[in-house]
């Protein structure tokens, strides 16, 4: 069978990035499919896949490259402790996309699936970065303001706008698969397991409540719906795990507590058999809205959240605290929403349909036959000149240290954001 290199951070453990292998290979069922991620590994749940670093598949034969989706279109070092341990964080995301085209071989086609740009691309990056732009065969992206961070680079580039992948969630796991794992997960049965309000948490968005404010707002929150928290962990690679553990004695209701999940389908239940979702996950949110469970995202107005709020229909579903939270889901007509999120995952889903079809279109128009994937001194060539715009970067005091890249420090390469 062909095979396929598939990009992304399938390593982590993190709910959205991991779906995009399945989500896939549902629509490209013919070919064989190898995730390639900065460090690699086994599977991280039980219904993830493994995958291997670039350099893994050195040598080898394919019929395409399929990078992403995620957030992952810029080329900043990452401050995730895996990264660092297998020494992929400075370039782990720039390999994912500028490695993985300018290495690619001649007849082998570069195709993105709505990939996210979170800021622009600083200008000591833009050549390389436009060359790989030049060299994707066909380049997508999933909000307006991807494309124009792209376009300030290369401003003749022809680029698609389409929905993340992730509002296909519906068509991956039957009705009957999602109620008997939510039955599992709450104690109930299939289709009568209680009234649920799942709840996501992550330090990044709560800085401006104290964990005793918040366990009011969320005790308010499950009061006015009647209904049982349930604490989803969904970047435990972001220590969401701590966080839902952390804010517990908080809480007057006994939550369900999800902070280690098992696998992607349990995370999905949780979501889409529950009756609310409030939460600080783009990917949360997108589940809730393709399923059609009214919810409420907490964040600042990054690119990817006001992207995911307008493609569901619903910008007023963006808050940027946990404090907006009571009058947000006071003022909602869960009806109503609930009808908005449903028509907009089936237009969502029609997009999808030919942006896949678009993709498959460029993988038969290329050469029949395999072609190798990555060229070793291809490889090699643009590693060697990637490290040396962070070593002068580094020179010039805009590259951060890991210790203030895990502080969380703004500006990364000269770039606000």
Known sequence: MAYLAHTGTFDVENYGDLLFPLLLAKRLPGYEVRPVSPCGGNPVWSDCVSSAPLEG????????IIVGGGNIIH?????????????????????????????????????????????????????????????????????????????????DLEIAVVPDSAWDLPSLWTADEL??????????TPGDCGRHVAIHLNRRYTKDVGDIALGAIIDGLCDALDARPILVAIGPCHEDDVFARA????????????????????VCAAISRSDFYVGS?????????????????????????????????APETLVRSWKK????????????LSATFLQSQKAASAELTAHWSAIASQIDRGSQMEATLWDPSALHAYRARFQDICTRQKTAGKL??????????KGLFGVKY
């Open 179 to 188: 109620d008997s794992t939510f039955a599992a997960l709450t104690g109930g």
């Open 400 to 409: 951060p240290t890991r210790k203030r890249i895990g502080q969380g420090l």
């Open 325 to 336: 939270v009571p009058g947000a889901v006071r003022r909602i007509d869960r009806d109503a």
């Open 75 to 155: 080329p900043n070092p990452s401050s995730l402790a895996r990264y660092r341990k297998c020494g992929a964080d400075i370039r782990g995301y720039a390999d994912l996309w500028i490695g993985a085209a300018l290495a690619a071989g001649k007849d082998v086609p570069v195709l993105w699936n709505a990939c996210g740009v979170p800021r622009p691309i600083g200008t000591e990056f833009a050549e390389i970065a436009r060359e790989a732009l030049l060299r994707t065969d066909y380049l997508s992206v999933r909000d307006e303001l991807s494309r124009k961070y792209l376009q300030n680079i290369c401003p």
């Open 57 to 64: 598949l050195l040598g080898s034969k394919c019929r395409g």
């Open 281 to 313: 996950s783009m990917h949360g949110y997108i589940t809730a809205a393709a399923f059609g469970v009214p919810a409420v995202v907490v964040a600042r107005k990054m690119i990817k959240f006001s992207g995911a709020v307008h493609r569901a229909g």
């Open 247 to 266: 804010i517990t004695p908080y809480l007057s209701r006994e939550p369900i507590i999800l902070d280690r999940p098992q696998s992607l389908r349990q």
